[in-house]
């Protein structure tokens, strides 16, 4: 069903803030006519590629919004000016932009410098603290209160979020681009703290623009049809996410919960609308089957440990019936790391490695091509089948609980749910036997189970390295 796709809200979206600041502009004009000298410069289409013969007007638009002349209205205008004028650019152009304010409007060194010495030299506690203070002052960058102008225009924080989403595609290729970005992390981190946001459980009745988002934003288990959107949030299945409030249609993060009478262990089952749903009230475990961050321009902003245990806490107090909470989770990085793993001749678990290579082996007539083999369809051959399955299942369970360092798993999905506090419950051969699923886990998933009374010992655990909080069944999986 994914006509409605990220891309395809972000150039909505995109479209909306021309039009909203194009009106901010205009106010600004009105006023103008009365003080000249209010705007400075009108707004003036850029080449979108931002050649140099345009770049100097760009730090002309750049400065003039830090220079903050003729008061309140003229800076939204400006910044609106600019927010526009960047708007107007392709990718070219932006990478562009990004350079000019990574290397124009850092940090003044020199004045950084003479605070730093004259905090080292101050006599007495009062002098201190004002060294410190101008000290701070100094490394507060030209660039980061250009990017706070924003915030006062209509929707700003989304275009601040949606810009950093653009330059982190830019990161990689021009790392002088990263102190850039380092500063938009920090501002984003600060707006929006989880004390900032409120969590809201989103039903049928909501706006049609979150439930369009909701489609478009499900990175986890796509949905297929409205019809199918409906089902995941009728009585017996729930959907919360946090929400801004600044952007109060946008759902920042949201995960979906089915209310069920056991761990789910395979997510066709779950996810069928023809299968009978379990009453409300006789439900015993909710199933955390996907969880989706929405906005790609908040990578390291961490509210999905808060609204998992928000939900757990909510759904305690609301119905005395839950006493199991649990996920039913995706393995990513599996297939990735068992091709990887079997080029390794230390491999601990090396008498697994053998077995499926060997039936990789039988299969190819001799070639014992693991990436190939994984390629065919072996899980609907029942010889591959039951050759893989027991050492597969193992050196799943291996995978899930190895870590490249104490307290940080292989895999990401691992590594978010144990820091929380969670503990691995069950491997569940086959099941998610979507393309997707095969291709990343060879239709594995796994249940990571929260304890309400476990969670913050299973967290200090879990992060000291002491151990990787785990049930009996995974424990025993490992010593065989």
Same mark, same amino acid.
């Given at each position: 069903m994914k006509n409605l796709t990220p891309s395809i809200l972000l150039d909505r979206t995109m479209d909306n803030l021309r039009d909203a600041w194009s009106g901010v502009s205009t106010q600004a004009g009105k006023i103008s006519r009365r003080l000249p000298a209010l705007l400075g410069r009108p707004f003036r289409k850029l080449d979108p590629s931002l050649p140099p013969s345009a770049a100097g007007d760009m730090r002309d638009r750049i400065r003039d919004c830090l220079d903050g002349v003729g008061g309140a209205v003229s800076a939204?205008?400006?910044?609106?000016?600019?927010?526009?004028?960047?708007?107007?650019?392709?990718?070219? /152009?932006?990478?562009?932009?990004?350079?000019?304010?990574?290397?124009?409007?850092?940090?003044?060194?020199?004045?950084?410098?003479?605070?730093?010495?004259?905090?080292k030299q101050a006599d007495g506690p009062d002098a201190a603290l004002e060294a410190e203070h101008q000290l701070r002052e100094a490394l507060l960058s030209p660039r980061e209160r250009l990017? %706070?102008?924003?915030?006062?225009?209509?929707?700003?924080?989304k275009f601040l979020i949606d810009m950093r989403a653009d330059l982190l595609s830019h990161t990689k290729d021009d790392p002088s681009l990263k102190n850039l970005d380092r500063d938009f992390g920090r501002l984003l981190r600060s707006w929006f703290d989880v004390g900032f946001l409120k969590m809201e459980r989103v039903t049928w009745d909501a706006p049609a623009a979150i439930l369009e988002k909701l489609i478009a934003y499900e990175a986890v288990h796509e949905i297929e049809s409205w019809d199918d959107l409906k089902d995941r949030l009728a009585q017996s299945r729930?959907?919360?996410?946090?929400?801004?409030?600044?952007?109060?249609?946008?759902?920042?993060?949201?995960?979906?919960?089915?209310?069920? /009478?056991?761990?789910?262990?395979?997510?066709?089952?779950?996810l069928d609308r023809s299968?009978?749903?379990?009453? %409300? /009230?006789?439900?015993?475990?909710?199933?955390?089957?996907?969880?989706?961050?929405?906005?790609?321009?908040?990578?390291?902003?961490?509210?999905?440990?808060?609204?998992?245990?928000?939900?757990?806490?909510?759904?305690?107090?609301?119905?005395?019936?839950?006493?199991?909470?649990? %996920?039913?989770s995706p393995i990513p990085g599996f297939r990735r790391w068992l091709e990887k793993e079997a080029q390794n001749p230390d491999q601990p678990r090396a008498a697994d490695f053998e077995a499926v290579?060997?039936?990789?082996?039988?299969?190819?007539?001799?070639?014992?091509?693991l990436a190939g083999f994984l390629d065919t369809d072996w899980h609907a051959d029942s010889k591959s089948h039951d050759q893989v399955r027991e050492p597969l299942t193992r050196l799943c369970a291996h995978y899930l609980s190895s870590t490249q360092s104490p307290g940080r798993s292989l895999d990401?999905?691992?590594r978010f749910h144990l820091t929380n506090g969670a503990r691995i419950?069950?491997?569940?051969?086959?099941?998610? %036997?979507?393309?997707?699923?095969?291709?990343?886990?060879? /239709?594995?998933?796994?249940?990571?189970?929260?304890?309400?009374?476990?969670?913050?010992?299973?967290?200090?655990?879990?992060?000291?390295?002491e151990q990787v909080p785990m049930s009996n069944e995974v424990k025993n999986l490992l010593k065989m």
């Open positions: 939204r205008a400006r910044a609106a000016d600019l927010g526009r004028a960047y708007l107007e650019l392709n990718s070219d /152009g932006r990478q562009k932009f990004f350079s000019i304010l990574a290397s124009d409007f850092g940090p003044h060194r020199d004045r950084v410098l003479e605070m730093a010495d004259r905090l990017l %706070t102008k924003f915030n006062s225009l209509p929707s700003g924080v729930r959907c919360y996410a946090f929400f801004h409030p600044r952007i109060p249609e946008e759902p920042l993060i949201f995960v979906e919960v089915a209310l069920v /009478g056991e761990i789910a262990r395979n997510v066709q089952v779950l299968a009978p749903r379990v009453p %409300t /009230g006789d439900a015993t475990t909710a199933i955390f089957y996907s969880i989706s961050n929405t906005q790609e321009g908040l990578l390291g902003v961490s509210f999905g440990d808060f609204l998992i245990k928000q939900v757990v806490e909510d759904l305690s107090q609301e119905m005395d019936n839950l006493k199991v909470f649990s %996920t039913l290579l060997s039936a990789a082996a039988d299969q190819s007539s001799g070639t014992c091509d990401p999905v691992s419950e069950h491997v569940n051969w086959m099941g998610d %036997t979507s393309s997707k699923g095969l291709a990343q886990s060879l /239709g594995f998933m796994v249940n990571y189970r929260y304890v309400p009374d476990e969670i913050e010992e299973n967290h200090e655990l879990y992060r000291s390295g």
